[in-house]
């Protein structure tokens, strides 16, 4: 089996730096981290040139990326989302559902399945996919279409289960069947979350008691203190943000772009929860390495419009539609706006979201025995080369796949 050995650079392991390190994988496995200067003959040498050697990237709130959309539900559109992002470090991703039609999310499924099958060498891995609209509160929609909301129903949401695909499930637990919603989620192995949501402290109580254990978005589409005043009157209620900070089982993720939050906040979310319940997400849109300009947020025919300004989405009415970054991007502006070291920030992007979603051991870490998804990375961490189960990214014939391996 083929033999690579990653040298000349600081290899990140989730709890420190080692300098001048050596990875060395065979086939899609890794099989030595360490120092040593002896390599057996016949190996592949790839230099990191003084750089960094990092796991690959996992992304669990993604929506697209180069102009596609998870939920045009076509395997063409999957494939190119999931490029893009492999361009940017990540190597295991959940697409993300929006709101929409049942028959879109059944497209989006279906399209999700054809590609995890195809199995294509060198493009991120798709444990599964992230169900995330459509079971959002009705005053918490953000940039997804209001048409494709609603509340869930088991007659919908078993026909998503029974799939088999879904490993992280969203719904707002104020939500009449949430509770059913929840049930069936943790019977289906899933990360639970919360989001999109205005729930009180008492309707988070019952969704943890369910298995809820994660929110989507910190301070994005979540209810607050004053938000729930004018919901419920007083006395003032705790709200989601209180509820993931008090309990030590809840995990969240925040959206490092340097637009939805300023670097207080980063660094605020960093201290109170540490690396090991903070994920960083790009929640990005099919934006990522396009243009500026129009697009649609969700399916490409009914998706809700918003501006890409090259820096972020916006809505018509101003407010935030999502990122246009992939998670290279998320780790140097976490790097560079916070406290946190760069093996806590790399943790954030790969092994906090393995964890959490139970994938962690077999990827998530450049540890012996797990995944050889692996990047190069420029000193100012920029990626430079991606390994993902040790095939490197070959962007040109990756993007010519899309067409023919799917042959619809
Ligand atoms: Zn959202
Ligand atoms: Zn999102």
């Not at 209001?146 to 949401?157: H, V």
């Not at 919603?181 to 205005?198: D, M, V």
């Amino acid at each position: 089996m083929r033999e690579i050995a990653f040298v000349n650079g600081t290899v990140i392991l989730p709890d420190r730096l080692l300098e001048r390190g050596v990875v060395r994988c065979v086939g899609d496995r890794i099989t030595y981290v360490g120092q040593s200067a002896k390599l057996p003959q016949r190996v592949e040498v790839v230099d990191a040139k003084g750089g960094y050697i990092s796991p690959g990237f996992i992304d669990l709130h993604v929506h697209g990326g180069a102009g596609a959309d998870f939920m045009d539900g076509t395997p063409q559109a999957v494939h190119q989302a999931c490029c893009a992002h492999l361009r940017h470090g990540t190597t295991t991703i959940f697409p993300t559902s929006t709101t929409g039609t049942p028959e879109e999310l059944h497209a989006f499924l279906h399209a999700c399945a054809q590609v995890q099958q195809a199995d294509v060498p060198g493009l991120p891995t798709i444990p599964g996919v992230h169900l995330y609209g459509p079971y959002f509160a009705p005053d918490k929609v953000g940039c997804h279409s209001q048409a494709g909301r609603r509340s869930p129903t088991p007659q919908e949401f078993k026909t998503y289960f029974a799939t088999g695909l879904i490993r992280i499930a969203t719904c707002a637990a104020e939500l009449p069947g949430a509770d059913a919603f929840y049930k069936a989620a943790q019977r289906a192995g899933c990360l639970i979350t919360c989001g999109h949501s205005n729930a009180s402290w008492s309707e988070m109580a019952r969704a943890f008691k369910l298995g809820m254990r994660h929110v989507d978005h910190f301070w994005c589409a979540m209810s607050s203190v004053p938000a729930l005043r004018q919901r419920l009157g007083t006395p003032m209620q705790g709200s989601m943000a209180e509820f993931v900070l008090m309990h030590p089982e809840m995990s969240t993720e925040v959206i490092a772009d340097g637009q939805h939050l300023a670097p207080e906040l980063l660094e605020f979310a960093f201290r109170m929860l540490g690396p090991g319940r903070l994920c960083l997400v790009t929640d990005c849109n099919r934006a990522l390495d396009m243009p500026p300009g129009e697009y649609r947020f969700g399916p490409a025919d009914t998706g809700s419009l918003f501006e890409n300004t090259g820096a972020v989405g916006c809505t018509a009415d101003g407010s935030l539609a999502s990122s246009v970054q992939g998670m290279d991007h998320m780790v140097r502006e976490m790097s560079r706006s916070t406290t946190a070291t760069l093996p806590e920030v790399v943790r954030m992007a790969s092994l906090t979201p393995a964890e959490r979603t139970g994938i962690d051991e077999d990827t998530g870490s450049l540890t012996v025995g797990k995944r050889a998804d692996l990047l190069v990375l420029s000193p100012r961490l920029r990626v430079r080369q991606v390994y993902s189960r040790g095939v490197a990214a070959d962007f040109k014939t990756l993007a010519c796949a899309s067409g023919d391996v799917y042959n619809c």
